[in-house]
């Protein structure tokens, strides 16, 4: 991993995401960019001009802010450090910077403590994962920082999954952390359908994670969320990984709680990566 994009609007959980990836970057050797994106808002040309060198002041103004205070209340330990301050869209920005400037993760912060489902569909948040095709680690603003020792893996283990999804981001982590790793699959124990190989199987995984104690587990439960609560509830998860097949496979693990209160409420950092296949 050699280059990470943390995003920033200069507020409470913004900063947690700007340390959340200072500890990724000097444990990772990565160059960190701390980037602002700023938009206009309507009105006359003549308005507009100006404002837009307001904006830009301002955005700079905050970044150098925020740098101030990464050197007084973090150990940088050498880090390189850039900040970018950008009129646009964010999610147009990350897009190009992701792209010219090789970026190979995007850390972002979650407005409060309300789970998976705001990590996963917020505004910015949402759109950003829709449409990036990076990594993207969510951190929530409730989020205490502490080493990455327990990671687990979610997903549905379909036969050659290993080779159909860029792991590239999860096993930086978890090698330079010396993480332990589970792989973690949700049946319905009401589906006859659920068939033998898409259990988790570690041996497929085991060549991936070199050198990490990876093991796997079976959790019978009729509702994803729920499942995944239980889970993380009897077991210590400092990060819990997705995968995005597509917006639509996301959205629908959480269709059956908009008539009721979400179930899964996490405090955790949530890494989302992406089938390549």
């Known amino acids: 991993m050699k280059k990470i994009l943390a995003t920033t609007d200069f507020s409470v959980n913004s900063w947690k995401a ?32 100006s404002m837009k060198e307001i904006l830009k002041e301002s955005a700079e103004g905050g970044l150098k802010e925020v740098l101030t ?5 973090l150990n940088l330990d050498g880090l390189q450090i850039t900040t970018k301050a950008v009129h646009g869209d964010l999610l147009v920005i990350i897009d190009l910077m992701c792209e010219s400037e090789g970026v190979d993760l995007v850390v972002m912060g979650t407005k409060g403590a309300t789970g998976l489902k705001a ?28 080493p990455i020792k327990h990671v687990t893996l979610c997903a549905d283990f379909t036969l050659g999954l290993e080779s159909r999804v860029d792991f590239a981001v999860l096993q930086d982590v978890v090698q ?15 589906d006859e359908q659920v068939e033998e190989e898409k259990l988790p199987l570690k041996t497929n995984f085991q060549s991936l994670f070199p050198d990490i104690q990876i093991s796997a587990s079976i959790n019978y439960h009729e509702d994803i969320e729920d499942g995944i609560k239980e889970f993380i509830s009897d077991n210590p998860t400092d ?24 179930a899964l409420h996490t405090e955790l950092p949530l890494l989302i990566v992406h089938e390549i296949k």
């Open 176 to 190: 330079v952390e010396k993480a332990n790793l589970r792989l973690l699959h949700i049946v319905d124990p009401y």
């Open 69 to 73: 205070k990464m050197h007084n209340e």
């Open 119 to 146: 990590a996963l569909l917020g505004s910015n948040t949402s759109n950003i994962i829709r449409n990036v095709k990076k990594p993207i680690i969510a951190v929530p603003d409730s989020y205490v920082q502490s």
């Open 239 to 262: 990060l819990l990984v997705m995968i995005r097949k597509n917006y639509n496979f996301i959205e629908s693990l959480f269709h059956r709680s908009m008539t009721r209160q979400l």
């Open 18 to 49: 700007i340390v959340y990836a200072v500890e990724l970057a000097k444990s990772t050797g990565a160059e960190l960019i701390v980037l602002n994106a700023y938009t206009l808002p309507y009105s006359n040309q003549t308005v507009l001009l």
